[in-house]
């Protein structure tokens, strides 16, 4: 898919969720995210609902995967991060990856994809596009997903993670069930 589609496609999808919202007195209710991988005749999208301990994608060495990451709260989002091996996984920076207003930073050797919400001026979701290249055979690593809410006014935030176990090598890309 081209980035011109992935581009459409994610601004149609913050016109329909990144709307601004009232954070409520309490939110008891978890955010939720979701994390799209196409590519090499793959085609899935994982949500904070999958067993990620049950789960490994396994994906094809020097082979271009896109991707849609996502995450939403009705009581407004506080931040959402994307953490994944930088020495294994290279992503396009054309466009640059990622897009404000995403921040990015390089700790050790992992890479982190930051968005930080503002509490004057919530908003329900926000979404990051990108293609990315796995590197390296025969190498096991993951990409970890966490998105936070405000909390209500309380200031008690609800987190939702999740870890999704990487495979790269010279084989087709698949989804392994334990």
């Known amino acids: 898919m081209t980035y011109f589609k992935?581009?459409?496609?994610a601004l149609l999808f913050l016109t329909l969720t990144a709307c601004d919202t009232d954070i409520p007195e309490v939110d008891n209710d978890p955010p939720t995210f979701s994390f799209k991988v196409t590519g090499d005749g793959f085609d899935r999208t994982f949500?904070?609902?999958d067993d990620f301990s049950n789960l490994q994608l396994n994906l094809r060495e020097d082979v271009d995967y896109d991707m849609i990451f996502s995450s939403a709260d009705l009581g407004g989002v506080q931040s959402t991060l994307l953490r994944y091996?930088?020495?294994?996984?290279?992503?396009d920076n054309d466009p640059p990856f990622p897009a404000a207003p995403w921040t990015q930073e390089l700790s050790g050797l992992?890479?982190?994809a930051d968005w930080v919400g503002d509490q004057s001026a919530p908003l329900t979701g926000n979404i990051l596009v990108g293609t990315f290249r796995p590197n390296g055979e025969n190498i096991s690593t993951?990409?970890?997903?966490?998105v936070r809410d405000f909390g209500g006014e309380a200031n008690m935030p609800n987190t939702t993670s999740g870890q999704l176990n990487i495979f790269i090598g010279d084989f087709d890309t698949e989804l392994i069930s334990f």
């Open 47 to 49: 949500t904070q609902d």
């Open 142 to 146: 993951t990409f970890f997903f966490s």
């Open 6 to 9: 992935f581009s459409t496609l």
């Open 110 to 112: 992992s890479f982190f």
């Open 85 to 91: 091996d930088a020495n294994y996984i290279e992503y």
